[in-house]
Each structure stands twice: as structure tokens, then as C-alpha cells.
């Protein structure tokens, strides 16, 4: 794309927008950066995520989360410094993240267990796995999975799976493939040929794909009946990129 001088503005864009964000979440505001901030006493640690730095009461975190109890023991840095860092996180992540984390956001008429949503489920998970909150991290776990089940019944984005297979959070990956092998069933029952056109290629990424394939078409062989004499001569590659392969999926239903 150029802009009115003819020069290139698709390589600036991505980096204009990065700037953007950056700015946007270091400009938040004092009310923001420190959440239900007391008047008779000050915040005594800093949590920085991404750079930015949010100012909050040890005993909070520390009543709601072993994981941080346990870093500010007497013994870390943290301690010491008064300052846990997260560099590699999402400010606006850990925004979503204290509302767990503050027993003010919820009561036992409505749980901290209600805050999660299929909107932000999925940027909550890895948060919840890392800071050990696992029944968290299990309701995150079932919330995305139906949430992708409802919401991308037919086109579950490879995409998605190609940004989270190699996040150190194997519960994203778990989660992917469950949902993956849940379409697939439900791909098998679909009466309309039209509907189960549009899962194929999405399918086929998968089988293809050198970190799940292998499991995934194991999945397959279970719930399709391809003759032994194709599987004997024909590898997996060679029938999934075969034109023929989605009426080899619609005639080898068990």
C-alpha cells in the first residue's frame, strides 16, 4: 500500500501500531496503574508487566495467591525489592488478572469463578497455569474449549493454533487439540456436504502439521474407516493432499 508520495506504508503500519499500544498502556491512568488504592496506607509493592509498572498491597496478592505469597517471602529478590516483574506479559492482561486476585470483585453470591468469560478465557489461561491457580485454570480450560466449540464450530483457525503450540503453557495446546478432535466428531455428522467443505482445509493444516499431526490423525482412524490396502501403500501426507481426500472422509464413515 503507498501513501500520496508513493512510498511503501504496509512494512510502517505494523510497527506504527506497536508503538501505539505501547503508548497506550504506559499513558494509563493513577486510578488504573493502582486499583483500589486506600487512604490511610500507601501500596508497598510494584508489579511491572510489559514495562509498565501497577502499584498494589502485598497482602492482597499474597492472600489470594500462594505464588506470590511465596515470592515475597524473606528469601527472594522480590522480597527485598518490593518488585515482581513480568517483561514478557500484556499489561492490559494483568488489568483482567488482579480483578482474581482482589477480593472486593467478587463475593459468594458470584464467585471469582464468574469473572471468567469465553471473551477473555483464553488470555487468562496461561496466566492462571504460571501463577498456579489451578482451579482457575481449569474453568478457563473448559470456558475456551465450549467457546470454541460454539463460536468456530466449522472454521477453527489454524492460526490460533500456530501462535499458541509453542507458548510454555501446554494447556493451550491440550485445549487446541481437544476442541480440534470435538469438531472433528461433530464435522462427521453434518448432513450438509457444503458445511463439511469448509472444515476440510483447516483439517488438513492440522494433519499436516508436524506438532500435532501424528495425534490427530490417530483421532481420525478411529472414527473413519479407510481400507487397509490404501493405508498399507499410501502415506498420510499423500492422501490428506490428495483432491480426493474429502470424499474419502465422506464414504469411510464407521
Same mark, same amino acid.
Given at each position: 500500500?503507498?501513501?500520496?508520495?508513493?512510498?511503501?506504508r504496509?512494512?510502517?503500519?505494523?510497527?506504527e501500531d !506497536?508503538?501505539?499500544k505501547?503508548?497506550?498502556s504506559?499513558?494509563?491512568?493513577?486510578?488504573?496503574?493502582?486499583? !483500589?488504592?486506600? +487512604?490511610?496506607v500507601e501500596?508497598? &509493592?510494584?508489579?511491572?508487566?510489559?514495562?509498565?509498572?501497577?502499584?498494589?498491597?502485598k497482602?492482597?496478592?499474597?492472600? $489470594?495467591?500462594?505464588?506470590?505469597d511465596?515470592?515475597?517471602?524473606?528469601?527472594?529478590r522480590?522480597?527485598?525489592?518490593?518488585r515482581?516483574?513480568?517483561?514478557d %506479559?500484556?499489561p492490559?492482561?494483568?488489568?483482567? &488478572?488482579?480483578?482474581?486476585?482482589?477480593?472486593?470483585?467478587?463475593?459468594?453470591?458470584?464467585p471469582?469463578?464468574?469473572?471468567?468469560?469465553?471473551?477473555?478465557?483464553?488470555n487468562l489461561?496461561?496466566?492462571?497455569?504460571?501463577?498456579?491457580l489451578?482451579?482457575?485454570? %481449569?474453568i478457563?480450560?473448559?470456558v475456551?474449549? $465450549?467457546?470454541?466449540?460454539s463460536?468456530?464450530?466449522?472454521?477453527?483457525?489454524? +492460526?490460533?493454533?500456530v501462535?499458541?503450540?509453542d507458548l510454555?503453557?501446554?494447556?493451550?495446546? %491440550?485445549?487446541? !487439540?481437544?476442541?480440534? %478432535?470435538?469438531?472433528i466428531?461433530?464435522?462427521l455428522?453434518?448432513?450438509?456436504?457444503?458445511?463439511r467443505?469448509?472444515? &476440510?482445509?483447516?483439517?488438513?493444516?492440522?494433519?499436516?502439521?508436524?506438532?500435532?499431526?501424528?495425534e490427530?490423525?490417530?483421532?481420525?482412524?478411529?472414527?473413519?474407516?479407510?481400507?487397509?490396502?490404501m493405508?498399507?501403500?499410501l502415506?498420510?501426507q499423500?492422501?490428506?493432499?490428495?483432491?480426493l481426500?474429502?470424499?474419502?472422509?465422506?464414504?469411510?464413515?464407521?
Open positions: 500500500m503507498e501513501d500520496n508520495n508513493g512510498n511503501d504496509s512494512s510502517k503500519a505494523p510497527a !506497536k508503538k501505539k505501547r503508548k497506550a504506559k499513558d494509563l491512568s493513577p486510578e488504573e496503574r493502582t486499583p !483500589k488504592r486506600l +487512604k490511610s501500596p508497598d &509493592v510494584t508489579v511491572v508487566v510489559g514495562g509498565v509498572e501497577f502499584y498494589h498491597y497482602t492482597i496478592l499474597c492472600n $489470594s495467591c500462594e505464588f506470590f511465596t515470592m515475597l517471602s524473606a528469601n527472594m522480590e522480597a527485598k525489592d518490593s515482581i516483574e513480568f517483561p %506479559k500484556k492490559e492482561e494483568w488489568m483482567m &488478572v488482579y480483578k482474581f486476585l482482589d477480593p472486593t470483585e467478587w463475593n459468594d453470591k458470584e471469582r469463578s464468574s469473572l471468567v468469560t469465553p471473551e477473555n478465557a483464553m489461561l496461561p496466566w492462571f497455569d504460571f501463577i498456579g489451578e482451579d482457575l485454570t %481449569k478457563c480450560d473448559e475456551a474449549a $465450549s467457546s470454541l466449540i463460536n468456530e464450530m466449522i472454521g477453527l483457525n489454524y +492460526k490460533r493454533w501462535k499458541y503450540r510454555p503453557c501446554p494447556r493451550y495446546q %491440550k485445549v487446541i !487439540k481437544r476442541v480440534l %478432535k470435538r469438531l466428531a461433530q464435522f455428522d453434518v448432513a450438509v456436504w457444503e458445511t467443505e469448509k472444515f &476440510v482445509p483447516v483439517l488438513k493444516k492440522f494433519l499436516l502439521d508436524d506438532r500435532c499431526g501424528d490427530i490423525w490417530e483421532y481420525l482412524l478411529r472414527k473413519v474407516k479407510f481400507s487397509d490396502k493405508l498399507e501403500q502415506d498420510r499423500t492422501i490428506v493432499t490428495s483432491p481426500f474429502p470424499f474419502l472422509l465422506e464414504n469411510s464413515k464407521k
